[in-house]
């Protein structure tokens, strides 16, 4: 099945700095989404992003279809940012998700 | 007007028991899935129905046992809980095809001891 890396798997941030996340992946996809699971262990919908570039306030990703990976990017960040940050993706032959690893990330104040 | 709701949120168990997950969508959603996330947080998909019908059926013990009588619910059964069934388990729902996005449940926390 298709593989999904994450990277880095852990990190530290001080409040205010900015981050950017990578996730690749090892075959073509249909859809890339990527979650933020919050301390309480809900996993909250970040972007649907197959292709292209998308902004949500602080937050934005882009996905490079052909080069297979896909970036998030964190600016300001905010103590309430910390959790796991997890990248999902369906293959060509598949309906649901893979997702990879996750990062790890704590923003302290 | 929660989206992807499951009950109940926490569930502990002895070893041995029967238990049961519900999980209902009001998004008017095709498909439904259950996900099992391990205690390294790692996520997999378990089971998909897409309008009250299997298709995705992983490699799972047949102690789990999914069953959807609606589109818009998709329940787990899990016979003879074992110690390795410990796990947060989430529900999620997308309209059916592969580019589609997908909603999650918050999450099952389910305790085997």
């Known amino acids: 099945g298709i593989q999904v890396e994450q990277s880095p798997p852990d990190l530290i941030l001080q409040e205010g700095a900015n981050s950017t996340l990578r996730c690749n992946f090892s075959?073509?996809?249909?859809?890339l989404q990527w979650f933020h699971q919050n301390p309480w262990g809900q996993l909250i919908n970040l972007f649907y992003i197959p292709s292209g570039t998308k902004q949500n306030g602080r937050l934005s990703a882009t996905t490079v279809a052909t080069e297979r990976y896909s970036l998030l990017y964190i600016s300001s960040s905010q103590t309430t940012d910390s959790g796991v940050y997890f990248c999902?993706?369906?293959?060509?032959?598949?309906?649901?998700?893979?997702f990879g690893k996750g990062t790890s990330l704590l923003v302290t104040p | 007007d929660t989206a992807v709701s499951q009950t109940p949120k926490y569930l502990v168990t002895q070893m041995g028991n029967d238990k049961s997950i519900k999980c209902e969508q009001n998004?008017?959603?095709?498909?439904m899935y259950w996900y099992k996330q391990d205690s390294k947080k790692f996520l997999k998909i378990m089971f998909s129905?897409?309008?009250?019908?299997?298709?995705i059926n992983e490699t799972v013990p047949n102690r789990f046992s999914p069953k959807s009588p609606d589109k818009a619910h998709l329940n787990l059964h899990i016979n003879s809980l074992e110690l390795g069934d410990s796990a947060v388990y989430f529900c999620?729902?997308?309209?059916?095809?592969?580019?589609?996005?997908?909603?999650f449940g918050q999450g099952t926390r389910l305790t085997v001891v």
């Open positions: 999902a993706v369906n293959s060509y032959s598949g309906y649901a998700l893979n």
């Open positions: 075959d073509s996809v249909n859809n």
């Open positions: 129905y897409n309008n009250k019908e299997l298709i």
């Open positions: 999620a729902s997308s309209p059916f095809g592969m580019n589609t996005e997908a909603f």
């Open positions: 998004l008017g959603h095709d498909t």
